[in-house]
């Protein structure tokens, strides 16, 4: 794996968001085939077009077809919000996709919200470490076979929010995150967790995307998306309008 970052990840658009979805549906499953022997570990995103993907999922023919036996669902961030609450990512993946879907109940990784956030993201590290074998993440044994993210408005993808501490994480697997600019505090993935993938895979649709993905193309440093990278290929999925400013 040769790794990539936002500027050197191949760019994939498409008409719309609807495209989008039935694209990464098809290019998932055959990820997950490909993948003879272990597990095959995604890290999910919130927002429309990935609920749109999981609705997709949840139905034929990849509700059957797709090896959900071997397949480990963590989640890229989350809300620390009562799962109750309608903008928890776990409910709406549940009623978009796992509820439609023969999955192990331990293949499914919840972020815990009930408890203390600290405690919350260091329990969300352990159930990675164990899937993953090891406590420390080791080059060219990615923990995730694919990391799905969007892109805010701010530039902020996962919960890797501007001026926040957790952008200078370097140990982390999983932090907090508390922005000054969006309700709720967060868990996240870290930087360095995002890294260890064989892919990363932005999903971006509509002309409020466009300005932002122009700066984090080009790596800009006050965008935290810009400082994405993955050991393996880093793929953006984007609609006509949220591709403008570049095209």
Known sequence: MSGQDVTTGEMIVLPDSEAIAQHMARWLLARAREKR???FVI????GSTPKRLYEILGAAPYATEFPWADTHLFYG???HVPMSDPSNNYTMSKTALLSHIDIPPENVHPMPVEGDAEADAAAYQRALQAVYGSETLEPGRPLFDVVMLGLGDNGHTASLFPRQPVLKERTKWVATCVPDDAPHTRLTLTYPAIHSSRYVVFMLAGQGK?????RVRKAD?????SAITTEGQLIWLLDTTAASAVQ
């Open 77 to 79: 961030d989350e809300r």
């Open 37 to 39: 022997s272990g597990k």
């Open 221 to 225: 440093p006050a965008e935290p998306a």
């Open 43 to 46: 890290a999910l995103s919130g």
């Open 210 to 214: 466009a300005e932002t993905f122009a």
